[in-house]
Structures are given as C-alpha cells and as structure tokens.
C-alpha cells in the first residue's frame, strides 16, 4: 500500500480538482452574498485556492511530515472510541500516516509557491495548531 503513495496523492490532487468545481462558485456566490465562510479539506490546495481573485481572503495550510504521525493516529485510534482509525490494522494506519506525511510534503511546496501560509503540526499538540491558526488568520487578539 505505501509503495503506491504517489499514485494516491495523484488521485488526490485530481479528486481536488474536481471538487474545487464545485467548491470555487460556492465560495463566489456566498461571497457576492456577503457572507464570511471557511472553507476546509483535503480538497482545498494551494494552486485552486490561487485561482480566487478580486476577493479578500486569508489562507493557512497545515499538514504533518513528523516521523512520530504514525504512533499519533495508533495512541488516537486506541485512547478514542470515534475515531474512524479505531479499528484499522497497522498496516493501513502506517500507509495512511505515510501518505498524510507526503501529501503535507507537497501542501508546503505548493503553498509556498503561491505565497500562502503553511504549519506544520509535527512538533505542536493540536490544540496549539489551531490557536496559531486563528492567529495567522486574524482570528485571535495577539
């Protein structure tokens, strides 16, 4: 399964795309409405977030390249009864820490191409990543 991470972040990116059809008007439409909204997942990616012009807007991506991903999700899974990894076998939470860590690999290379924020979680509990994250969006008093 890990040896096909690249394949996977590929369908990723494509999926993305497609998504992104459908999330773009929604967020011009809600937009010319004058509604605020925040638009979050796996689906948002620094090159489609780029296309959104003559729109005020604030990005940050996070993502997780940290080698101790793996023994999270496997602490989460066991210490938390809803985790959607709870029951999953090793192997599969090792290929999904695996790609999460490249995928965040390439969210950073993409974000900073294109001038966006970009944190990393690796060394920081949660709770800290999104009090940064408020912060970087102006969310949150300094």
């Not at 997780?64 to 066991?78: F, P, T, Y």
């Not at 938390?80 to 965040?104: C, I, K, L, P, Q």
């Amino acid at each position: 399964m890990v040896e096909n991470t690249p394949e996977l972040i590929n369908y990723t990116i494509e999926e993305s795309r497609a998504v992104w059809k459908a999330v773009k008007p929604f967020i011009l439409k809600e937009n010319e409405e004058g509604r605020d909204v925040l638009i979050e997942g796996v689906a948002v990616l620094p090159e489609l977030v780029s296309q959104i012009k003559n729109i005020d807007h604030r990005v940050v991506f996070i993502g997780n390249q940290g080698n101790e991903h793996k023994d999270n999700i496997k602490n989460s899974a066991k210490e938390n009864e809803h985790d959607w990894m709870r029951y999953a076998s090793d192997e599969y939470m090792d290929a999904f820490a695996t790609f999460v860590g490249r995928m965040s690999g390439y969210i950073e290379k993409e974000a900073h191409k294109y001038g966006f924020k970009y944190v990393e979680m690796a060394k920081r509990p949660f709770q800290d990543v999104a009090g940064a994250i408020e912060e970087l969006l102006g969310l949150k008093a300094r």
